[in-house]
Protein backbone atom coordinates (compact mmCIF):
# COMPACT_ATOMS: atom_id res chain seq x y z
CA UNK A 1 0.00 0.00 0.00
CA UNK A 2 1.64 3.45 -0.85
CA UNK A 3 2.16 5.68 1.74
CA UNK A 4 0.94 9.17 1.98
CA UNK A 5 2.90 11.64 3.41
CA UNK A 6 0.60 14.51 3.03
CA UNK A 7 -1.31 15.70 5.84
CA UNK A 8 -4.53 17.61 6.00
CA UNK A 9 -3.78 21.29 7.16
CA UNK A 10 -6.46 23.78 9.51
CA UNK A 11 -5.17 26.34 11.73
CA UNK A 12 -5.67 29.71 13.70
CA UNK A 13 -5.34 32.77 12.80
CA UNK A 14 -4.92 35.32 15.94
CA UNK A 15 -3.08 38.31 17.45
CA UNK A 16 -1.50 37.45 19.98
CA UNK A 17 -2.47 34.13 19.67
CA UNK A 18 0.09 32.36 22.29
CA UNK A 19 -2.70 31.97 25.24
CA UNK A 20 -5.09 30.28 22.64
CA UNK A 21 -5.65 26.29 23.87
CA UNK A 22 -7.77 25.59 20.60
CA UNK A 23 -4.50 23.80 19.58
CA UNK A 24 -3.81 21.11 22.24
CA UNK A 25 -7.87 20.88 21.99
CA UNK A 26 -8.27 19.94 18.46
CA UNK A 27 -4.99 18.18 18.28
CA UNK A 28 -5.92 15.88 20.73
CA UNK A 29 -9.31 15.06 18.57
CA UNK A 30 -7.51 14.44 15.73
CA UNK A 31 -4.86 12.02 17.34
CA UNK A 32 -7.56 10.37 19.58
CA UNK A 33 -9.87 9.52 15.97
CA UNK A 34 -6.62 8.46 14.10
CA UNK A 35 -6.86 11.71 11.81
CA UNK A 36 -3.67 12.47 9.23
CA UNK A 37 -4.51 16.01 10.20
CA UNK A 38 -2.92 19.24 11.75
CA UNK A 39 -3.69 22.50 13.61
CA UNK A 40 -1.59 24.95 13.13
CA UNK A 41 -1.94 28.12 15.83
CA UNK A 42 -0.18 31.31 13.81
CA UNK A 43 0.47 35.26 14.87
CA UNK A 44 -1.41 37.13 12.15
CA UNK A 45 -1.26 40.79 12.28
CA UNK A 46 -4.16 42.67 11.08
CA UNK A 47 -1.95 44.13 8.25
CA UNK A 48 -1.09 40.00 6.80
CA UNK A 49 -4.26 39.11 7.24
CA UNK A 50 -5.07 38.73 3.62
CA UNK A 51 -2.04 37.07 3.04
CA UNK A 52 -2.53 34.42 5.24
CA UNK A 53 -5.71 33.53 3.89
CA UNK A 54 -4.21 33.78 0.77
CA UNK A 55 -1.92 31.32 1.89
CA UNK A 56 -3.57 28.93 3.63
CA UNK A 57 -5.93 29.01 -0.05
CA UNK A 58 -2.56 28.11 -1.85
CA UNK A 59 -1.32 25.31 0.53
CA UNK A 60 -5.06 23.94 0.38
CA UNK A 61 -5.82 24.04 3.95
CA UNK A 62 -9.44 22.14 5.21
CA UNK A 63 -10.29 25.50 6.96
CA UNK A 64 -8.89 27.84 10.00
CA UNK A 65 -10.34 29.33 12.93
CA UNK A 66 -10.34 33.51 13.62
CA UNK A 67 -9.93 35.13 16.27
CA UNK A 68 -9.39 38.59 17.96
CA UNK A 69 -8.41 40.85 15.82
CA UNK A 70 -9.49 39.25 12.65
CA UNK A 71 -13.25 37.84 12.94
CA UNK A 72 -14.99 41.00 11.07
CA UNK A 73 -11.66 41.87 8.85
CA UNK A 74 -11.77 38.16 7.49
CA UNK A 75 -15.15 38.50 5.65
CA UNK A 76 -13.81 40.41 3.11
CA UNK A 77 -11.65 38.05 1.99
CA UNK A 78 -13.93 35.07 1.66
CA UNK A 79 -16.09 33.68 -0.77
CA UNK A 80 -19.68 33.66 1.15
CA UNK A 81 -20.97 33.31 4.74
CA UNK A 82 -23.01 31.12 6.59
CA UNK A 83 -26.67 32.56 7.71
CA UNK A 84 -25.69 33.33 11.47
CA UNK A 85 -22.02 34.27 10.38
CA UNK A 86 -23.75 37.13 8.41
CA UNK A 87 -26.26 37.90 10.74
CA UNK A 88 -23.95 38.66 13.26
CA UNK A 89 -21.34 40.03 11.04
CA UNK A 90 -18.76 37.94 12.32
CA UNK A 91 -16.66 34.91 11.77
CA UNK A 92 -14.56 32.48 13.76
CA UNK A 93 -14.53 29.31 11.83
CA UNK A 94 -13.66 29.08 7.38
CA UNK A 95 -14.31 25.91 5.86
CA UNK A 96 -13.22 24.98 2.68
CA UNK A 97 -16.46 23.91 0.61
CA UNK A 98 -14.83 22.64 -3.46
CA UNK A 99 -12.87 25.83 -3.93
CA UNK A 100 -14.88 28.29 -1.87
CA UNK A 101 -13.36 29.54 1.63
CA UNK A 102 -16.88 30.03 3.55
CA UNK A 103 -17.19 32.11 7.14
CA UNK A 104 -19.51 30.38 9.77
CA UNK A 105 -19.68 31.14 13.74
CA UNK A 106 -19.36 28.81 16.21
CA UNK A 107 -19.24 30.55 18.97
CA UNK A 108 -22.81 30.46 19.78
CA UNK A 109 -23.31 27.34 17.72
CA UNK A 110 -21.07 25.87 20.69
CA UNK A 111 -23.06 27.23 23.45
CA UNK A 112 -26.66 26.44 21.57
CA UNK A 113 -25.35 22.24 21.73
CA UNK A 114 -24.40 22.44 25.67
CA UNK A 115 -27.34 23.91 25.91
CA UNK A 116 -29.41 21.54 24.24
CA UNK A 117 -27.50 18.82 26.13
CA UNK A 118 -30.24 20.05 28.90
CA UNK A 119 -32.90 21.66 27.51
CA UNK A 120 -34.63 22.72 24.11
CA UNK A 121 -34.71 26.62 24.00
CA UNK A 122 -37.33 27.08 21.61
CA UNK A 123 -40.23 29.01 23.47
CA UNK A 124 -38.21 29.71 26.78
CA UNK A 125 -36.95 32.87 28.01
CA UNK A 126 -33.29 34.41 28.37
CA UNK A 127 -31.81 37.24 30.40
CA UNK A 128 -27.93 37.65 29.23
CA UNK A 129 -25.46 39.87 30.88
CA UNK A 130 -23.27 41.28 28.17
CA UNK A 131 -23.35 42.94 24.60
CA UNK A 132 -19.66 42.01 23.29
CA UNK A 133 -19.14 39.03 20.69
CA UNK A 134 -19.91 36.26 22.65
CA UNK A 135 -23.66 37.83 23.59
CA UNK A 136 -24.14 38.72 19.68
CA UNK A 137 -23.17 35.82 18.72
CA UNK A 138 -24.98 33.49 21.24
CA UNK A 139 -28.13 35.61 21.26
CA UNK A 140 -28.10 35.43 16.99
CA UNK A 141 -27.92 31.11 17.34
CA UNK A 142 -30.67 31.34 20.56
CA UNK A 143 -33.04 33.42 18.12
CA UNK A 144 -32.47 31.34 15.13
CA UNK A 145 -33.13 28.16 17.65
CA UNK A 146 -36.75 30.07 18.66
CA UNK A 147 -36.01 31.20 21.87
CA UNK A 148 -39.29 33.51 22.60
CA UNK A 149 -37.52 36.35 24.70
CA UNK A 150 -34.04 37.98 25.16
CA UNK A 151 -33.25 39.99 27.43
CA UNK A 152 -29.64 42.12 27.39
CA UNK A 153 -28.35 43.32 30.61
CA UNK A 154 -25.62 45.64 29.71
CA UNK A 155 -23.81 48.62 31.74
CA UNK A 156 -23.01 50.59 28.21
CA UNK A 157 -26.64 50.99 27.02
CA UNK A 158 -25.88 52.05 23.19
CA UNK A 159 -24.18 48.75 22.84
CA UNK A 160 -26.81 46.49 24.40
CA UNK A 161 -29.36 48.60 22.14
CA UNK A 162 -27.49 47.74 19.28
CA UNK A 163 -27.43 44.37 19.77
CA UNK A 164 -31.23 44.58 20.86
CA UNK A 165 -31.47 46.17 17.32
CA UNK A 166 -29.55 43.53 15.61
CA UNK A 167 -31.99 40.90 17.08
CA UNK A 168 -35.13 41.95 16.03
CA UNK A 169 -33.91 43.52 12.54
CA UNK A 170 -32.79 40.24 11.39
CA UNK A 171 -34.46 37.16 13.54
CA UNK A 172 -37.96 36.75 15.15
CA UNK A 173 -37.38 37.28 19.17
CA UNK A 174 -38.77 39.48 21.32
CA UNK A 175 -35.72 41.70 22.65
CA UNK A 176 -35.43 44.21 25.09
CA UNK A 177 -32.77 45.95 27.05
CA UNK A 178 -32.70 46.13 30.49
CA UNK A 179 -29.95 48.88 32.24
CA UNK A 180 -26.97 47.72 34.23
CA UNK A 181 -27.24 50.59 36.64
CA UNK A 182 -27.61 48.62 40.27
CA UNK A 183 -27.65 45.03 41.40
CA UNK A 184 -29.87 43.35 38.77
CA UNK A 185 -32.44 41.11 39.76
CA UNK A 186 -33.38 38.40 37.53
CA UNK A 187 -37.32 38.08 36.75
CA UNK A 188 -38.97 35.25 38.14
CA UNK A 189 -40.66 34.08 34.73
CA UNK A 190 -36.49 33.44 33.39
CA UNK A 191 -35.62 30.17 31.74
CA UNK A 192 -31.72 30.91 31.15
CA UNK A 193 -29.20 33.24 32.23
CA UNK A 194 -26.18 33.71 30.77
CA UNK A 195 -22.95 35.37 31.74
CA UNK A 196 -21.43 36.50 28.30
CA UNK A 197 -19.00 39.21 30.08
CA UNK A 198 -15.38 38.29 30.95
CA UNK A 199 -16.09 38.65 35.04
CA UNK A 200 -14.61 36.07 36.58
CA UNK A 201 -12.35 35.24 33.87
CA UNK A 202 -8.89 34.25 35.22
CA UNK A 203 -6.85 35.49 37.00
CA UNK A 204 -9.71 37.16 38.66
CA UNK A 205 -11.18 34.66 39.56
CA UNK A 206 -13.41 36.10 42.75
CA UNK A 207 -15.11 38.78 40.87
CA UNK A 208 -18.98 38.45 40.89
CA UNK A 209 -21.42 39.43 38.65
CA UNK A 210 -23.07 42.43 40.19
CA UNK A 211 -26.68 40.41 40.53
CA UNK A 212 -28.73 39.76 43.27
CA UNK A 213 -28.24 36.11 43.71
CA UNK A 214 -31.62 35.22 45.78
CA UNK A 215 -33.27 35.95 42.51
CA UNK A 216 -31.49 32.78 40.28
CA UNK A 217 -34.17 30.35 41.36
CA UNK A 218 -34.53 26.17 41.17
CA UNK A 219 -35.33 25.40 37.84
CA UNK A 220 -33.50 27.91 36.31
CA UNK A 221 -30.05 27.28 33.99
CA UNK A 222 -27.67 29.50 34.56
CA UNK A 223 -24.10 29.56 32.15
CA UNK A 224 -21.21 30.88 31.91
CA UNK A 225 -18.92 31.17 29.06
CA UNK A 226 -15.98 31.94 31.03
CA UNK A 227 -13.64 28.47 30.30
CA UNK A 228 -11.33 29.30 32.28
CA UNK A 229 -11.62 28.78 35.54
CA UNK A 230 -14.62 26.29 34.47
CA UNK A 231 -16.45 26.76 37.56
CA UNK A 232 -16.97 30.73 38.29
CA UNK A 233 -18.28 32.28 41.14
CA UNK A 234 -21.58 33.04 39.33
CA UNK A 235 -21.90 29.44 38.80
CA UNK A 236 -20.73 28.29 42.33
CA UNK A 237 -23.37 30.85 43.34
CA UNK A 238 -26.04 28.98 40.73
CA UNK A 239 -25.65 25.72 42.13
CA UNK A 240 -25.75 26.62 45.66
CA UNK A 241 -29.23 28.19 44.75
CA UNK A 242 -30.33 24.16 43.13
CA UNK A 243 -29.70 25.91 39.25
CA UNK A 244 -28.65 23.62 36.51
CA UNK A 245 -25.40 25.05 35.66
CA UNK A 246 -23.47 25.10 32.81
CA UNK A 247 -19.55 25.86 32.54
CA UNK A 248 -17.61 28.01 29.44
CA UNK A 249 -15.72 24.81 29.04
CA UNK A 250 -18.54 22.97 27.09
CA UNK A 251 -18.96 25.68 24.96
CA UNK A 252 -15.39 25.65 23.63
CA UNK A 253 -15.42 22.33 23.71
CA UNK A 254 -18.27 21.98 21.66
CA UNK A 255 -16.93 24.99 19.28
CA UNK A 256 -14.16 22.78 18.59
CA UNK A 257 -16.27 19.76 17.80
CA UNK A 258 -18.35 21.57 15.03
CA UNK A 259 -15.47 23.03 13.54
CA UNK A 260 -13.92 19.53 13.64
CA UNK A 261 -17.52 18.25 11.61
CA UNK A 262 -17.04 21.58 9.40
CA UNK A 263 -13.52 20.54 7.97
CA UNK A 264 -13.28 16.58 8.32
CA UNK A 265 -16.92 15.40 8.44
CA UNK A 266 -16.30 13.07 11.72
CA UNK A 267 -17.68 13.63 14.83
CA UNK A 268 -15.30 13.72 17.68
CA UNK A 269 -15.46 12.57 20.65
CA UNK A 270 -16.06 15.70 22.79
CA UNK A 271 -14.71 14.12 26.15
CA UNK A 272 -10.96 13.89 24.65
CA UNK A 273 -10.77 17.52 24.13
CA UNK A 274 -12.41 18.34 27.77
CA UNK A 275 -9.99 16.52 29.32
CA UNK A 276 -7.29 18.30 27.09
CA UNK A 277 -8.00 21.64 28.64
CA UNK A 278 -8.98 20.11 32.21
CA UNK A 279 -5.31 19.42 32.28
CA UNK A 280 -3.79 22.63 30.77
CA UNK A 281 -6.58 24.67 33.38
CA UNK A 282 -5.64 22.84 36.27
CA UNK A 283 -4.47 24.85 39.10
CA UNK A 284 -0.75 24.82 39.47
CA UNK A 285 -0.04 21.32 41.91
CA UNK A 286 -2.80 19.84 41.61
Given at each position: MPHNFLSELTGSFAMPAAENPTVAMVEAAYRHHGLDWRYLNCEVSPENLGAAVAGARAMNWAGFNCSIPHKVAVIQHLDGLGTSAEIMGAVNCVVRRGKAYIGENTDGKGFLLSLRERVDPAGKTLVMFGAGGAARAIGVELALAGVKRITIVNRDSGRG???????????AVQADLAAWTSRYAVPEDTDIVVNATSIGLYPDVEARLDIDTSTLRPGMIVADVIPNPPQ?????????RGCQTLDGLGMLVNQGVIGIKYWTGIDVDPAVMRRKLQELFAPPGN
Open positions: QGLVDLLRAKTTRLLADAGE
